[in-house]
Structures are given as C-alpha cells and as structure tokens.
C-alpha cells in the first residue's frame, strides 16, 4: 500500500543537458514576436476592412471571413512549425480578426 509521502513526484530541476542553456527563454521570446505581429496585423486587418467593406456584399464578407478566421485557428493548432510558418499564420489570422 502506498503511502501518500512515498507517491512519486516529478523532478523540481532538469536533468543537465536535457535542454541546451536560453531554450525555454528563445521559445518564449518567440512566441511573443508571434502574438506581437498578430497584434500588429489586427491594425492592419481593421484598416483594410472599409475597402473589402465596399467592394464585397455583407453576406459574402461574413461568411468568407468566419471561414477564414476558422481557417487559421486551425492551421495555428496544426502547424507545429518551423517558426517562420507559425509567424505567417499569426499575420493571417491577425488580419482576419482585426476585421
């Protein structure tokens, strides 16, 4: 029977050499230059919207931009890189939000 002081626990530090030194802090550094330009774009997209506004009929925006929006959540969930794919996919999807 075991005994809830002798239940195994995860290790509080890394083993050395499991991961090479700034690796966690180059993924986070990544990943907030992914949300930045997301953000960026979202400016963009609301900028752009007034022409595809005039240009296109509202049930034809809405449902090309609903699929769109799906589109790129998805393609953000399935792609699991490299970096350079995953950033062109937060410009898209930050266009189409920005909406």
């Known amino acids: ?9 995860a290790p509080r530090h890394r083993e050395p050499g ?9 993924q ?16 963009l997209g609301r900028t752009l919207y007034a022409a595809l506004a005039r240009r296109t009929a509202v049930t ?10 799906g589109a ?4 953000l969930a399935a792609v699991p890189g ?5 950033a062109v996919l937060s410009v898209a999807a930050g266009m189409v939000r920005g909406k």
């Open 72 to 75: 790129t959540t998805v393609a």
């Open 28 to 43: 986070a550094a990544q990943a907030a230059w992914a949300l930045g330009l997301g953000g960026a774009e979202q400016t």
């Open 18 to 26: 499991h991961h090479p030194a700034g690796e966690e802090d180059q």
């Open 1 to 9: 029977m075991f005994h809830p002081g002798s239940w195994p626990t």
């Open 60 to 69: 034809a925006r809405t449902t090309a931009l609903i699929a769109l929006g």
């Open 82 to 86: 490299p970096y350079a794919h995953l």
